[in-house]
């Protein structure tokens, strides 16, 4: 059974940092793509950022571009999403996704952790 457990949010204010863990059980970690996701309150899910198997890294929206990095650690079977700059619009659940394959559009992640919050004050 795939089990992805996210951790690392908390409350940050704006132009801070915060570092989120994604650690993968019950899959091949290092032949699956992994991303992130958020969603805000009313709002609906959205990219974050996405890694190939190989550590491929699809173009960033630019709600992100410049601030967020994926990363991952095959040997640790965990992903990162490192957010810089914090926003109060980045305020929403983080969610960490896995792809059935190495590579993946956005719209083929299948496998979601639970979430957690990230909230951005001013």
């Known amino acids: 059974q795939v089990q992805l457990v996210e951790s690392g949010g908390g409350l940050v204010q704006a132009g801070g940092s915060l570092r989120l863990s994604c650690a993968a059980s019950g899959l091949i970690f290092n032949r699956r793509a992994m991303g992130w996701f958020r969603q805000a309150p009313g709002k609906e899910r959205e990219f974050v950022a996405t890694?190939?198997?190989?550590?491929?890294?699809?173009p960033y929206p630019d709600s992100v571009k410049g601030r967020f990095t994926i990363s991952r650690d095959n040997a640790k079977n965990t992903a990162y999403l490192q957010m810089n700059s914090l926003k109060p619009e980045d305020t929403a659940v983080y969610y960490c996704?896995?792809?059935?394959?190495?590579?993946?559009?956005?719209?083929?992640?299948?496998?979601w952790g639970q979430g957690t919050q990230v909230t951005v004050s001013s």
């Open positions: 996704a896995a792809a059935p394959n190495g590579i993946a559009d956005i719209t083929e992640f299948i496998y």
């Open positions: 890694i190939t198997w190989n550590g491929q890294i699809a």
